[in-house]
């Protein structure tokens, strides 16, 4: 079975950091590029980061570049972001998602990041 | 970056009835476009990928259209576990882009 488990999702101060993990099972994760997107409450899904197989080509929206890292550990079978410089804005659900444009696409369950003093 | 306007932003229907949402690129995407169901405190679904192709598992009663910078989400007899929000992402080009969203209501 195709599983994505997305976690690290917590609540954190204006400026902090957290790192969110996707586990990877019952798909060859090393062959498909990796995203995470998330939605607001209220709004709308917002594409946030993707990453190729090997990790050599990374994309970011605007809103997070040089805050945000996404990264991959093919061993582990594992896809990360990390958060830094975290704002309000940044409040959401992150849910980790395969290729976009394979027929075979998988999305994990989501974990909260709550920003907020 | 890649503008994906999506219509209408909320519509109001029965059970039978037939839906089309539509999705306007701002520039051409080829057939690079997917459809997504998303229902509360879940994650999306994906119903369509290529534009026009259906996700293994998705029921017929959904269907896409369209190609270049305008495409469309059809359902043809709406079911009471179709009331949920749908979006459309084009995947031609970073950044990836979403539609801003449709709820489906009952009517």
């Known amino acids: 079975e195709v599983q994505l488990v997305d976690s690290g999702g917590d609540l954190v101060q204006p400026g902090g950091s957290l790192r969110l993990s996707c586990a990877a099972s019952g798909f060859t994760f090393s062959n498909y590029w990796m995203s995470w997107v998330r939605r607001a409450p209220g709004k709308g899904l917002e594409w946030v980061a993707s990453i190729k197989q090997d990790g050599s080509q990374k994309y970011y929206v605007g809103s997070v570049k040089g805050r945000f890292t996404i990264s991959r550990d093919n061993a582990k079978n594992s896809l990360y972001l990390q958060m830094n410089s975290l704002r309000a804005e940044d409040t959401a659900v992150y849910y980790c998602?395969?290729?976009?444009?394979?027929?075979?696409?998988?999305w994990g369950q989501g974990t909260l990041v709550t920003v907020s003093s | 970056d890649i503008q994906m306007t999506q219509s209408p932003s909320s519509l109001s229907a029965s059970v039978g009835d037939r839906v089309t949402i539509t999705c306007r690129a701002s520039?051409?995407?080829?057939?690079?476009l997917g459809w997504y169901q998303q229902k509360p405190e879940k994650a999306p679904k994906r119903l369509i990928y290529a534009a026009s192709s259906l996700q293994s598992g998705v029921p017929s009663r959904f269907s896409g259209s369209g190609s270049g910078t305008d495409f469309t989400l059809t359902i043809s007899s709406l079911q009471p576990e179709d009331f949920a929000t749908y979006y459309c992402l084009q995947n031609n080009s970073f950044p990836l882009t979403f539609g801003g969203g449709t709820k489906v209501e009952i009517k």
């Open positions: 520039q051409g995407i080829r057939n690079d």
């Open positions: 998602a395969s290729q976009f444009a394979s027929s075979s696409h998988y």
